[in-house]
Nanobody, 112 residues
């Protein structure tokens, strides 16, 4: 089972940027597709972004398309989520995921 640990969350003003990281351990990282999800207060967890094993393919939720970029460094066993032009509605706990494995999440708060 792969273990996932997110970091990089924090408080930022609207229009600002943050970069989230998710470090993986336990198995061969390059064998796993990776996802980012988020869960806002009082809402269900929702998909944010996907990246293929090689990093050559990705997919985004419509709500973040053009503002967020997912990437990975297989040599560092890490997946990233660069978040630009942040909006208050991006406030949530962000989780990385592969298969049944989830990290503990990192909190992002965007103030207006």
């Amino acid at each position: 089972q792969v273990q996932l640990v997110e970091s990089g969350g924090g408080l930022v003003q609207a229009g600002g940027s943050l970069r989230l990281s998710c470090a993986a351990s336990g198995r061969t990282f390059s064998n796993y597709i990776m996802n980012w999800y988020r869960q806002a207060p009082g809402k269900e967890r929702e998909f944010v972004a996907f990246i293929s094993m090689s990093g050559g393919m990705n997919k985004y939720a419509d709500s973040v398309k053009g503002r967020f970029t997912i990437s990975r460094d297989n040599a560092k066993n890490t997946v990233y989520l660069q978040m630009n032009s942040l909006k208050p509605e991006d406030t949530a706990i962000y989780y990385c995921n592969t298969g049944s494995a989830w990290g503990q999440g990192t909190r992002v708060t965007v103030s207006s």
